[in-house]
């Protein structure tokens, strides 16, 4: 498999197999991630991958904290804040898609919730990661997070296994830096729960499409 072609076979997987991953595996593809660049070459990552009991009490941890109606305490801005025009339409035409994926009319509010819900139950992947960078960084820094998540994306992709990057993983974070041993001066940016997909699961049968070329991207000679 080439560059373009993991670009063009790599998706958000909600669903997937009860299947472990071989952990040299898992560790080989962080190691390759490392040649990701980044500005100055901080390499502003730091990155704690939960698999197992440790996975599992997380999970409990930050559904317990949504079900008691605790508030979310994002460090950094949430990416979805404040989007107009056409970005708030992309991202609304993404939503239906999914509920209409899963056969959930707009209005069944009870079911659009317990589907944002997987979020926080890593969409039942095995593995899980948590991307944080120290509190001092900025925008710059952002962008070689950014850099790096998708070299593990692509890089997962290439050896057959499936992901789902999720800001949601930022929003309930009190338990997360204890049982995840994030640095004390950092905070957690994004999650990406991954492992074999589900193909056959009905929440992973939609596609959203990408626009054309000319509305995002201009050349001037």
Not at 101 to 128: C, H, S, T, V
């Amino acid at each position: 498999m080439n560059v373009s072609e993991a670009i063009k076979q790599r998706r958000s997987v909600r669903a997937y197999l009860d299947k472990p991953v071989d952990p040299d595996l898992i560790k080989t593809i962080f190691l390759q991630a490392q040649d990701s660049a980044s500005n100055c070459n901080t390499q502003p990552w730091h990155v704690v991958v939960v698999s197992g009991a440790v996975r599992d009490k997380i999970e409990q941890a930050m559904v317990s904290d949504i079900m008691s109606g605790k508030e979310p305490t994002p460090y950094f801005t949430p990416g979805d804040q404040g989007l107009k025009d056409e970005y708030r339409k992309r991202q609304i035409a993404c939503a239906i898609s999914l509920y209409d994926a899963m056969d959930i009319k707009y209005e069944e509010k009870d079911k659009r919730q317990q589907l944002m819900l997987r979020n926080w139950q890593f969409f039942g992947a095995p593995y899980a990661a948590f991307f944080s960078m120290p509190k001092t960084m900025s925008e710059i820094n952002a962008v070689d997070m950014g850099i790096y998540l998708q070299s593990i994306m692509l890089l997962l992709t290439e050896n057959g296994l499936a992901s789902c990057p999720q800001g949601a993983l930022a929003m309930y974070t009190d338990a997360v830096q204890e049982m995840a041993n994030i640095p004390e001066n950092h905070a957690i940016m994004f999650g990406l729960s991954f492992g074999y997909p589900d193909e056959q699961n009905q929440i992973n049968q939609f596609e959203v499409g990408r626009e054309e070329l000319s509305q995002c991207v201009e050349f001037l000679a």
